[in-house]
């Protein structure tokens, strides 16, 4: 038995959501393969360039398959072959691909013994592995879809929320930032007043997203607390956002951890300027940029 998936890109945080909202996007996704092995060993290729470690163990997908078989005692074993398309440490949820990737893939071949809640929780661990800490928020909008809510991550409540039709420009500056880097400098204590403006933005955002209010969207994509600190491990940040909202763009910000930076935008022709414009200002300062026009998945 074999199966083929595409897993898709995501967008964790969604500006103010940090480690509760996340989007999944048609473009990047990775490919990969899964095929059940009749002996309990796991094996994991790459068919890429970026020398991730295949070391079950070591691997995001290989944990999280080490994991299932504990749960379940299982004699039988999993081959993985993972075409990477998500550039590891973009901030565009290439960790959680291969992790949520795995799961589904496993569960498939399993004949679907597990709910997308469960899947989440395995998942996890990939993203433990990852960054050190067992974050849902793109692992959830990978396993369901569109755009989520991590309600709660232990026990695993994800809330599927609607998705507005609206374009997704990313650029992914070759510069890096390692999402456990960039959890480590954020401050553990905030001002009540600073939770109050983020509390309005979630709920704000929310709201707009649930009722395909742009205007509300737009004005919600604010936070306080993390882009402040992280956004300067990121070339250029403040000036690509500013010039994005000049041309159109409703609003965007760091994507994940970074480095990346999204935009959305109500008409293609506007996430498309915004893409030519990330490409520019990267270009002007002989950083590596690639970026992506998508939609939301
Ligand atoms: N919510 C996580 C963070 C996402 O911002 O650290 C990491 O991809």
Same mark, same amino acid.
């Given at each position: 038995?074999?199966?083929?998936?595409?897993?898709?890109?995501?967008?964790?945080?969604?500006?103010?959501?940090?480690?509760?909202?996340?989007?999944?996007?048609?473009?990047?996704?990775?490919?990969? &393969?899964?095929? $059940?092995?009749?002996?309990?060993?796991?094996?994991?290729?790459?068919?890429?360039?970026?020398?991730?470690?295949?070391?079950?163990?070591?691997?995001?997908?290989?944990?999280?398959?080490?994991?299932?078989?504990?749960?379940?005692?299982?004699?039988? !074993?999993?081959?993985?072959?993972?075409?990477?398309? $998500?550039?590891?440490?973009?901030?565009?949820?290439?960790?959680?691909?291969?992790?949520?990737?795995?799961?589904?893939?496993?569960? $498939?071949?399993?004949?679907?013994?597990?709910?997308?809640? &469960?899947?989440?929780?395995?998942?996890?661990?990939?993203?433990?592995?990852?960054? !050190?800490?067992?974050?849902?928020?793109?692992?959830?909008?990978?396993?369901?879809?569109? =755009?989520?809510?991590?309600?709660?991550?232990?026990?695993?409540?994800?809330?599927? +929320?609607?998705?507005? %039709?609206?374009?997704?420009?990313?650029?992914?500056? /070759?510069? &890096? @930032?390692?999402?456990?880097?960039?959890?480590? =400098?954020?401050?553990?204590?905030?001002?009540?007043?600073?939770?109050?403006? /983020?509390?309005?933005?979630?709920?704000?955002?929310?709201?707009?997203?649930?009722?395909?209010?742009?205007?509300?969207?737009?004005?919600? +994509?604010? %936070?306080?607390?993390?882009?402040? =600190?992280?956004?300067?491990?990121?070339?250029?940040?403040?000036?690509?956002? *500013?010039?994005?909202?000049? $041309?159109?763009?409703? !609003?965007?910000?760091?994507?994940?951890?970074?480095?990346?930076?999204?935009?959305?935008?109500?008409?293609?022709?506007?996430?498309?300027?915004?893409?030519?414009?990330?490409?520019?200002?990267?270009? *002007?300062? &002989?950083?590596?940029?690639? @970026?992506?026009?998508?939609?939301?998945?």
């Amino acid at each position: 038995k074999k199966v083929k998936l595409k897993v898709p890109a995501t967008v964790a945080n969604l500006v103010c959501g940090f480690d509760i909202l996340g989007m999944a996007i048609h473009e990047p996704y990775d490919e990969m &393969e899964l095929k $059940i092995l009749e002996s309990p060993e796991i094996i994991i290729k790459h068919k890429d360039h970026f020398d991730l470690p295949e070391e079950p163990s070591k691997n995001v997908a290989g944990v999280v398959l080490l994991k299932i078989q504990e749960r379940l005692n299982l004699k039988k !074993g999993f081959e993985v072959i993972i075409h990477k398309n $998500i550039k590891p440490g973009s901030g565009l949820g290439s960790s959680a691909a291969s992790a949520a990737g795995a799961v589904m893939g496993a569960n $498939i071949l399993l004949g679907n013994i597990f709910t997308k809640e &469960e899947l989440v929780h395995f998942a996890m661990f990939g993203e433990e592995l990852a960054s !050190g800490v067992k974050h849902a928020d793109n692992i959830a909008p990978c396993i369901f879809g569109g =755009i989520t809510l991590v309600k709660s991550s232990n026990p695993v409540d994800i809330v599927p +929320l609607n998705s507005p %039709d609206l374009f997704v420009t990313a650029v992914h500056p /070759q510069v &890096e @930032v390692k999402t456990s880097d960039a959890r480590q =400098i954020l401050k553990k204590n905030i001002l009540l007043k600073d939770a109050i403006e /983020q509390w309005g933005n979630i709920a704000g955002l929310v709201a707009g997203i649930q009722k395909n209010d742009f205007a509300l969207i737009g004005r919600s +994509l604010n %936070d306080v607390i993390v882009e402040p =600190i992280r956004s300067i491990l990121i070339p250029k940040f403040d000036e690509i956002k *500013e010039k994005s909202l000049n $041309i159109g763009a409703l !609003g965007g910000g760091i994507s994940g951890s970074g480095p990346s930076i999204f935009m959305l935008s109500e008409k293609e022709e506007t996430a498309k300027n915004i893409a030519q414009l990330m490409k520019s200002i990267y270009d *002007e300062m &002989e950083i590596e940029s690639f @970026v992506y026009v998508s939609k939301i998945n």
